[in-house]
Nanobody
């Protein structure tokens, strides 16, 4: 099981950009599809974007064209580049490692706060 540590959150004005990073421990990073979720106050945790080990990506409709997920399998890190940020993007963002083999368990990061406000 990997341990995940997120970084890069903060306060940004509407229209601004941020890049989130999620570093994974160990040497089995390639055995996970990596995902970013977000949870706003009083709302459920929703999937924002995902990237498979070979780089295939998927996005929630609400972030398509504004966010880009990527991964570096040598650095064991997944990124979420966020642009054209809106107040409704304000949430705690969580990194999630979803294993592609049944012998492994999934793992969550501790979350990082993103606040979009003027």
């Amino acid at each position: 099981q990997v341990q995940l540590v997120e970084s890069g959150g903060g306060l940004v004005q509407p229209g601004g950009s941020l890049r989130l990073s999620c570093a994974a421990s160990g040497n089995i990073f390639r055995l996970y599809t990596m995902e970013w979720y977000r949870q706003a106050p009083g709302k459920q945790r929703d999937l924002v974007a995902s990237v498979t080990s070979d780089g295939s990506t998927n996005y929630a409709d609400s972030v398509k064209g504004r966010f880009t997920i990527s991964r570096d399998n040598y650095k064991n890190t997944v990124y979420l580049q966020m642009g054209s940020l809106k107040p409704e993007d304000t949430a705690v963002y969580y990194c999630h490692a979803q294993p592609i083999v049944r012998t492994l368990r999934d793992s969550w990061g501790q979350g990082t706060q993103v606040t979009v406000s003027s």
